[in-house]
């Protein structure tokens, strides 16, 4: 699996989370005090992440950080 294959598969696991949650990308944006097209580009796999970034968004979506790291 390439980096940018990652990077979507992440974005895509954030997105279903995002949504199971039944946040819009404009509250979820407001939950990590960050702009709308950042959450955006997180999800279109546009935006690498730390590991430390992967948690706060983990966090904010009350999951544990394996939950966005399913890599099938």
Same mark, same amino acid.
């Given at each position: 699996?390439?980096?940018?294959?990652?990077?979507?598969?992440?974005?895509?696991?954030?997105?279903? =989370?995002?949504?199971?949650?039944?946040? *819009?990308?404009?509250?979820?944006? /407001?939950?990590?005090?960050?702009?709308?097209? #950042? @959450? $955006?580009?997180? =999800?279109?796999?546009?935006?690498?992440? *730390?590991?430390?970034?992967?948690? /706060?968004?983990?966090?904010?979506?009350?999951? #544990? @950080? $394996?939950?966005?790291?399913?890599?099938?």
């Amino acid at each position: 699996m390439t980096k940018d294959e990652l990077l979507k598969q992440l974005g895509r696991n954030v997105k279903a =989370e995002r949504v199971r949650k039944g946040y *819009s990308q404009d509250t979820f944006a /407001e939950l990590l005090n960050v702009t709308r097209s #950042h @959450i $955006s580009k997180i =999800e279109c796999g546009g935006e690498n992440m *730390s590991i430390a970034k992967i948690l /706060e968004v983990a966090r904010a979506l009350n999951i #544990h @950080i $394996s939950g966005l790291l399913r890599f099938d």
